[in-house]
Every structure is written in structure tokens, then in C-alpha cells.
């Protein structure tokens, strides 16, 4: 099973597992405040290692949209596949005010995900 280190905790994750899921499982209330379909950004991470080397088209879009590339990643578009630290979780409940964290996210990322090696997509 890979590791999460989130929060200053790590913990085994299930793999396969969406990392947004296993972020709020791991106790952090993340934000995905579209239901895990890479429309909002609420659910940004930034990582301090094990950043994946692929991307779903939906994150490489929203990402460039919002000029967040090269910057965050989108933890509704990430599965658990491989020990990953995060560094940042830049929108929660608590520091956005929200009264919750948003809808659940399915099992299976969504929209239907194809991962493509990141300089495929910046090529
Ligand atoms: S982009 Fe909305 S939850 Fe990930």
C-alpha cells in the first residue's frame, strides 16, 4: 500500500484511491467543492515529494485556465499509486469559512480519467 504524508501524519492508503478522498480521510478538510470533477481548484495541493509525472487533460486544462500550473496539483485528478508527501493543502474548510468541504467525490476520478505524461501535455 502507498504511503500519504499529510498534515505532518503519514499513514498506509488504499491503492487507487483518489488523493482527495485520502486527504479528508487522513482528518484535513480539504476542499472539493465540485464534487471531484476539476471545475473549482478547491481541491489544490502542493507537494513536497512525489509529485506524479502524469495528468488527466481535465487538471492540465483547469490548472492552465486558472494559472496554477507549475504550481499545484488538482488531488481529484491524482490516485494513491505510489508514496506521496504533501506540503500544502491550500484551501479547507476552516481557513475558506465554509460551512463544509463540499460534495462527496465518487470512488473513481471523474470526469473519466486518461493520465498523459506531463510533457506530452506542454509539448
Ligand atoms: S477541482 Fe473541484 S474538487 Fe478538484
Known amino acids: 500500500m502507498p504511503t500519504l504524508t499529510v498534515d505532518g501524519k503519514s499513514m498506509e ?4 484511491k483518489r488523493l482527495v478522498q485520502a486527504i479528508e480521510d487522513a482528518g484535513v478538510e480539504i476542499g ?5 470533477f476539476a471545475r473549482c481548484t478547491t481541491c489544490r495541493v502542493a507537494f513536497s515529494e512525489g509529485e506524479p509525472a502524469t495528468m488527466t487533460r481535465a487538471e492540465y486544462e483547469k490548472l492552465t485556465e486558472r494559472d496554477l500550473f ?4 488538482l488531488s481529484c485528478q ?13 484551501m479547507t474548510k476552516s481557513n475558506q469559512g465554509w460551512t463544509d468541504t463540499g460534495p462527496a467525490v465518487e470512488a473513481a476520478v471523474t470526469p473519466e ?7 506530452e501535455l506542454t509539448a
Request: with cysteine; charged share 20%.
Open 13 to 16: 492508503v488504499d491503492a487507487g
Open 32 to 36: 472539493h467543492r465540485c464534487g471531484g
Open 70 to 73: 507549475g504550481q499545484y496539483r
Open 78 to 90: 491524482i490516485v494513491c499509486d505510489h508514496d506521496m508527501s504533501i506540503g500544502e493543502v491550500a
Open 113 to 119: 480519467a486518461t493520465f498523459v505524461p506531463i510533457d
